[in-house]
């Protein structure tokens, strides 16, 4: 086996270092990359005359028969050969012969493999940005058929004010909302070409990567040979994104394992979306939910494997940078996983909205509302505050709630109190009172549903542009 940098060497590679070396069994992953991007290079040696236009047909056309027979399963890679970009060349070589050589002139694996990783994020970051459509867009149904649906919000997750089910789930709808945006954002810095920067100091041939850039779809060209093939930032703030949603489906499973727990009862998964107990027969675990938090700390340590690689490499390119693909590629999956779960299990489970008004008539979540009903009548908010807090106390002593307690009782704490209290913290009452925009009234949540479903019809437009 003969390696295609080894003329300078009078020794073969050891076999363990050869292994310890090789990048294969992961970065076969791309191998559809690698072609396309030895076919548009292929067009543009041609282009400008550095090979013939019939070298040219000849290399793409096995450039093609290569990709036909990997993706019908007839290549078996070679494992003496140490990544992808070599087994493909390999291939090439022995189809054609010596003008398969000539598509390595003007390029180095250095700015081939950042090609190559461009090339599958931009296809995976519009996957990912398509997945979080689709849960925003069951996010948004679901709430449709809960704009009046009363559950307690919670701080410290302790009950707080009363909100609706759809309010709460829109929370959410804003955090994917942003979710996606980084991604376009990061989206701009993944499609620059650095293809042409070669090793590190680009080449004396009279290349032109603009039309590189054109035919693979690049936006722009790097401006530095040295940062092209160095650069990771691209993948950093990729797996930054990443690390991010994950913390959001995270925070959403966190919540369906407390809605569904018996304490709660405000949820019910599907069956279809849950497991039982080896012991316990009356068990349904939220398993995925819990699976999908519990995969959330594998993709952050993804981000911090590379930040760790890349903290102190000097410029250019190092083989620590190896390093980059395998924490990539596991947090895109990962990520696709849960988001291609998630839709699905929030839109089969069965919400409890009984249980829901009657977690908000427990726990004086109108306390609020007595203090801001006193400031509608000149109260200052801290005198009325002080007021209402002296009735939760009370009513705490008596076992009774703020509801139950009769005029002549709340005339007590103050004179102002009349017969239009009890309708002020009424929940329904309460949550409809925040009329602001951003607030739990029905009127809102119902203009933010729309907003919102305009926001992702916006987006499906742009993403059939990227």
């Known amino acids: 086996m003969k390696q295609l940098w080894g003329s300078r060497f009078s020794k073969a590679l050891d076999s363990k270092v050869n292994d310890f070396n090789s990048s294969l069994s992961f970065d076969c992953k791309l191998?559809?990359?690698?072609?396309?991007?030895?076919?548009?290079?292929?067009?543009?040696?041609?282009?400008?005359?550095?090979?013939?236009?019939?070298e040219k047909d000849k290399i793409v056309n096995a450039l093609n028969e290569i990709l036909d027979e990997i993706e019908n399963g007839k290549v078996e890679f070679d494992n003496s050969y140490e990544d992808i970009h070599t087994n493909i060349e390999k291939l090439l070589i022995e189809k054609i012969g010596d003008t398969g050589k000539k598509v390595h002139t003007s390029r180095?694996?250095?700015?081939?493999?950042?090609?190559?990783?461009?090339?599958?994020?931009?296809?995976?970051?519009?996957?990912?940005?398509?997945?979080?459509?689709?849960?925003?867009?069951?996010?948004?149904?679901?709430?449709?058929?809960?704009?009046?649906?009363?559950?307690?919000?919670?701080?410290?997750?302790?009950?707080?004010?009363?909100?609706?089910?759809?309010?709460?789930l829109g929370a959410y709808v804003?955090?994917?909302?942003?979710?996606?945006?980084?991604?376009?954002?990061?989206?701009?810095?993944?499609?620059?070409?650095?293809?042409?920067?070669?090793?590190?100091?680009?080449?004396?041939?009279?290349?032109?990567?603009?039309?590189?850039?054109?035919?693979?779809?690049?936006?722009?060209v790097s401006l530095n040979s040295i940062d092209?093939?160095?650069?990771?930032?691209?993948?950093?703030?990729?797996?930054?994104?990443?690390?991010?949603?994950?913390?959001?489906?995270?925070?959403i499973s966190e919540e369906i394992i407390l809605w569904a727990s018996f304490e709660f009862k405000f949820i019910e998964l599907d069956d279809s979306y849950s497991t039982g107990s080896s012991i316990m027969p009356q068990k349904k675990n939220p398993d995925i939910a819990e699976l999908t938090r519990g995969k959330t700390g594998r993709v952050y340590g993804d981000l911090i494997t590379l930040l760790t690689v890349m903290k102190s490499l000097p410029l250019a390119y190092n083989k620590d940078m190896q390093e980059?693909?395998?924490p990539l590629f596991d947090a895109v999956e990962t990520v696709l996983a849960c988001l291609s779960i998630m839709p699905s299990m929030?839109?089969?489970?069965?919400?409890?909205?009984?249980?829901?008004?009657?977690?908000?008539?427990?726990?004086?979540?109108?306390?609020?509302?007595?203090?801001?009903?006193?400031v509608k009548k000149e109260v200052a908010f801290r005198d009325a505050h002080e007021i209402s807090g002296k009735i939760v106390s009370y009513c705490i002593k008596e076992n009774k709630t703020i509801e139950e307690l009769d005029m002549e009782t709340l005339k007590t704490f103050s004179k102002l109190f009349t017969d239009d209290i009890y309708k002020?913290?009424?929940?329904?009452a309460s949550v409809n009172s925040k009329k602001a925009l951003g607030g739990p009234s029905v009127g809102n949540t119902v203009q933010v549903i729309k907003i919102n479903e305009e926001w992702v019809k916006d987006k499906k437009n742009q993403l059939e542009k990227m």
Do not use: W
Not at 31 to 38: F, M, Q, R, T, W
Not at 156 to 164: D, I, P
């Open 31 to 54: 191998y559809k990359y690698d072609i396309e991007g030895s076919m548009a290079h292929t067009k543009m040696l041609s282009d400008t005359g550095i090979i013939t236009a019939y």
């Open 228 to 251: 092209a093939v160095s650069d990771r930032d691209f993948v950093i703030e990729t797996l930054s994104a990443l690390s991010i949603i994950m913390m959001h489906l995270s925070r």
């Open 346 to 374: 929030l839109s089969a489970m069965t919400i409890k909205k009984d249980n829901m008004l009657k977690a908000v008539k427990e726990g004086f979540l109108n306390a609020t509302d007595v203090a801001d009903y006193l």
């Open 174 to 220: 804003e955090m994917f909302k942003r979710d996606i945006e980084r991604l376009d954002d990061t989206y701009k810095r993944v499609n620059v070409l650095p293809l042409g920067a070669c090793a590190l100091a680009g080449t004396p041939h009279p290349i032109d990567r603009e039309v590189a850039a054109k035919y693979l779809g690049f936006n722009d």
């Open 424 to 428: 002020a913290i009424n929940p329904t």
């Open 324 to 326: 980059d693909k395998e």
């Open 108 to 168: 180095s694996r250095n700015d081939q493999v950042a090609l190559d990783i461009r090339m599958y994020l931009k296809n995976e970051i519009k996957s990912i940005i398509k997945s979080l459509i689709l849960l925003i867009e069951v996010l948004l149904n679901i709430s449709k058929d809960h704009t009046d649906t009363i559950m307690p919000g919670y701080t410290h997750l302790q009950r707080a004010q009363s909100v609706t089910f759809a309010h709460h």
